[in-house]
């Protein structure tokens, strides 16, 4: 079988790097996007050191023509996408009441916005060869809320309406389209939160620890690989039961 192109948005993130490291585990060519060259070579001579051969191309997810121009590129240095995580994302926190426009459009061009910006720039493609996996990062807090996040939960809800209308448009072309909701995962964002915070919401998962990015990575690729083919428009919460919803 020939290895399928795998475009995992964020690859460089703590999430995104276990996304992109189990994909290539499962035979995929994984290519990910930059801002920052300098950053981004050093993330892929961190991966080849590991083992793991990642392409990489540059491109920002909340800008069209910059996303047109980055999957233009995946296309000719890797091939055409098969597989595609839309992962990047960000947080601008505050109340609503203090929230400005800027901390509102800069969270839904970056989490929401660029799930078209992306992803219409490979749907024909995967319509025409008859197979594709879009996948979804959204958030638990796109499903239950939280304080100081309207923008940020917004955007991750907004993810998963897009998921389950894309689903039922491109179930007959052999296209999977699926949300993963990840809780509270011990990357580096969430480990410099202080200590007595991650211990408040340490309290509140009944698994009784923050998640491993590997654990959300694992889910990735089980949702990737053919034999998910009837798995389209779920929504899959891996959270250690912090939010249990149906
Ligand atoms: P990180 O901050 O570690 O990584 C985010 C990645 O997204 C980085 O590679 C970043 O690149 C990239 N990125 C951000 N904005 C853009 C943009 N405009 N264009 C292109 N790339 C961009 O986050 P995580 O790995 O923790 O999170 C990954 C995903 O998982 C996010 O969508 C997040 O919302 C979601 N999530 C995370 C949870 C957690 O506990 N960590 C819990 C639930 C959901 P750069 O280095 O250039 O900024």
Same mark, same amino acid.
């Given at each position: 079988?020939?290895?399928?192109?795998?475009?995992?948005?964020?690859?460089?993130?703590?999430?995104?790097?276990?996304?992109?490291?189990?994909? /290539?585990?499962?035979? *995929? +060519? !994984?290519?990910? *996007?930059? +801002?920052?060259?300098?950053?981004?070579?050093?993330?892929?001579?961190?991966?080849?050191?590991?083992?793991?051969?990642?392409?990489?191309?540059?491109?920002?997810?909340?800008?069209?023509?910059?996303?047109?121009?980055? !999957?233009?590129? !995946?296309?000719?240095?890797?091939?055409?996408?098969?597989?595609?995580?839309?992962? /990047?994302?960000?947080? +601008?926190?505050?109340?609503?009441?203090?929230?400005?426009?800027?901390?509102?459009?800069?969270?839904?061009?970056?989490?929401?916005?660029?799930?078209?910006?992306?992803?219409?720039?490979?749907?024909?493609?995967? +319509?025409?060869?008859?197979? %594709?996996?879009?996948?979804?990062?959204?958030?638990?807090?796109?499903?239950?809320?939280?304080?100081?996040?309207?923008?940020?939960?917004?955007?991750?809800?907004?993810?998963?309406?897009?998921?389950?209308?894309?689903?039922?448009?491109? /179930?007959?072309?052999? =296209?999977?389209? *699926?949300? =993963?909701?990840? %809780?509270?995962?011990?990357?580096?964002?969430?480990?410099?939160?202080?200590?007595?915070?991650?211990?408040?919401? !340490?309290?509140? =998962?009944?698994?009784?620890?923050?998640?491993?990015?590997?654990?959300?990575?694992?889910?990735?690729?089980?949702?990737?690989?053919?034999?998910? /083919?009837?798995?389209?428009?779920?929504?899959?919460?891996? *959270? %250690?039961?912090?939010?249990?919803?149906?």
């Amino acid at each position: 079988m020939t290895a399928r192109v795998a475009f995992v948005t964020g690859g460089t993130g703590g999430i995104g790097t276990a996304i992109c490291r189990e994909l /290539a585990n499962q035979g *995929n +060519r !994984v290519v990910t *996007n930059y +801002r920052n060259e300098e950053k981004a070579l050093a993330w892929q001579a961190a991966q080849k050191a590991a083992g793991f051969d990642m392409a990489i191309v540059p491109g920002d997810v909340s800008d069209v023509a910059s996303s047109a121009a980055m !999957v233009r590129q !995946v296309e000719s240095d890797v091939g055409a996408v098969d597989i595609l995580v839309n992962n /990047a994302g960000i947080t +601008r926190d505050t109340t609503f009441h203090k929230m400005s426009a800027l901390q509102w459009q800069e969270v839904m061009r970056t989490n929401l916005d660029s799930c078209f910006n992306v992803t219409r720039q490979v749907i024909e493609g995967m +319509r025409a060869r008859k197979w %594709g996996r879009v996948l979804q990062i959204s958030s638990i807090n796109g499903q239950k809320g939280q304080y100081g996040q309207a923008n940020y939960a917004a955007s991750k809800a907004g993810m998963h309406g897009f998921s389950i209308s894309l689903a039922q448009e491109n /179930a007959k072309f052999g =296209i999977t389209v *699926n949300t =993963i909701s990840p %809780g509270y995962v011990g990357t580096d964002m969430v480990m410099a939160v202080p200590e007595e915070v991650r211990a408040k919401i !340490v309290a509140q =998962i009944p698994v009784g620890r923050l998640g491993d990015p590997d654990e959300i990575a694992y889910a990735v690729a089980f949702l990737a690989a053919d034999k998910a /083919a009837w798995i389209t428009g779920a929504n899959l919460a891996i *959270n %250690g039961g912090h939010y249990m919803g149906w």
